[in-house]
């Protein structure tokens, strides 16, 4: 991400990481399970944000949440965000665990 934005905005690359993994994610108050958890439940009710969620999957996965926890998070957000931006996860899911499954292989 810092190298794709590094010719057009360095210091918006900085800040993409200096902030939330500097300031934020270092809190004490959660864990980086629940953190990401709450991730990917905010990226999939914004409906429109499917690079971002993609890698949060990765990382949710890399800090030990579960497929099936991920899928019923998702599916949670379709109560509260719609069908359509649940689907989009779901689909931004099935994704990263194909993904995943082939770098296994």
């Known amino acids: 991400m810092i190298d794709s934005l590094a010719g057009i905005a360095p210091d918006f690359a900085r800040y993409l990481i200096e902030f939330p993994f500097g300031d934020i994610y270092s809190r004490p108050g959660l864990d980086l399970r629940s953190r990401e958890i709450a991730v990917v439940a905010a990226l999939t009710a914004m409906g429109n944000a499917a690079p971002q969620l993609k890698v949060h999957l990765q990382a949710a ?38 993904a995943q499954e082939e770098g296994m292989s």
Do not use: K, S
């Not at 890399?62 to 689909?91: C, D, H, K, S, W």
């Open 61 to 98: 996965l890399n800090v030990g949440v579960t497929r099936e926890e991920i899928v019923e998070v998702i599916m949670q957000m379709a109560v509260y965000a719609g069908f359509p931006a649940a689907l989009n996860g779901l689909t931004a899911a099935r994704e990263v665990f194909a």
